[in-house]
């Protein structure tokens, strides 16, 4: 890993342990999650709303940007906690970003960022953390769009508590622009941040009276089979 992308995670790293965990406010209901995340603190990520399939949530930012000629830096970091509904259970997510860039100089230009999920019902221990990196990697074109992907897979075991279903996650997505390493003149734009939730079904777990009566029912027909062994005996 270069030391430049090394100095732009660790101004992340910094951001996220200064910012903290936002106090929520806003809850979306999709289909098969819902998102909450406080409304005020979304910054330069702008508005939110639920996508087309109500599956996942997507961000228009606001000024995102960072130019030589003024913010040399643009950081913004956000928390969302997803919570699956009632039958289902969160498995993975899915993070894409689009946006634009002009350059007339020589050197980096910087696109990264952090994607991170928490567990809520169980231990907070238990961390995994993303990074976010552009295609292309270098931007060599005056001018020209660049896309960004992450993805997290939820650890089949060890998450959600004691019964092992991932039902909520706190989730972390820090974005990070910068050109402060240009000579020349240099915009880069985040256009676009979608996030996407996947589940599948929880496969419900009988009551105490529902043992009871399979326990019921076995025993009766152990009875049953018992009586006709006997009577052809």
Known sequence: MSMYKKTLQAALGLSIALLGTAAYAETLTGTYVNYTFDESALG????????ASGDGLVFS???????????????????VTVTANPGYQLT???LSETGRYSRSGDGPLGVT?????????GTTVNHILATIEASPGSFTEESGSWAAQAAITL?????GG????????????????????????????????GLSAFTTTVSPVPE??????????????????????????
């Open 162 to 193: 004691a019964d092992g279903s991932v039902g909520s996650v706190s989730l972390e997505i820090s974005n990070l622009l910068d050109t402060s390493g240009f000579s020349g003149s240099a915009s880069i734009y985040k256009d676009f941040i």
């Open 113 to 121: 960022g952090q994607f991170g999920l928490t567990d809520v019902e």
């Open 44 to 51: 330069m990520f702008g508005t939110a709303a639920l996508s």
């Open 208 to 233: 105490a009276n529902t043992y009871a009566m399979m326990l019921a029912g076995l025993g009766l027909v152990g009875f049953m089979a018992r009586r006709r062994i006997n009577a052809s005996a």
């Open 155 to 159: 650890p089949a075991t060890g998450w």
């Open 92 to 94: 993975a997510f899915g």
């Open 61 to 79: 930012p606001v000024d995102f940007m960072a130019t030589t000629s003024g913010t040399v830096f643009a950081q913004d970091t956000i928390y």
